[in-house]
């Protein structure tokens, strides 16, 4: 399953990489993409558990980068 989300107050192209790298390692994410010029992320994950995997990504962002707000677009 692939979805789009808006990716608010992300700072710099390498805090955009390191999130990648944090989000690739959780289960069931397929790819990433997070394009910090258009601030905007693709994610591609089993459908399975949408939901765990969805509040996963959430965590991890928080953790990596508190400041930034997700949206599903």
């Known amino acids: 399953m692939k979805s789009n989300f808006k990716i608010m107050n992300l700072d710099c192209a390498n805090c955009a990489l390191e999130l990648e790298r944090a989000i690739k390692k959780i289960d069931g994410i397929?790819?990433?993409?997070?394009?910090?010029?258009l601030q905007k992320m693709?994610?591609?994950?089993?459908?399975v558990n949408k939901e765990n995997i969805i509040l996963n990504v959430k965590k991890t962002i928080k953790k990596e980068e508190p400041d930034?707000?997700?949206?599903e677009m």
Do not use: A, C, G, S
């Not at 397929?30 to 010029?37: A, E, G, L, S, T």
């Not at 693709?42 to 459908?47: A, M, P, T």
């Not at 930034?68 to 949206?71: A, Q, R, T």
């Open 30 to 37: 397929k790819d990433v993409n997070i394009n910090f010029i």
């Open 42 to 47: 693709k994610l591609e994950y089993d459908e």
């Open 68 to 71: 930034v707000i997700l949206e």
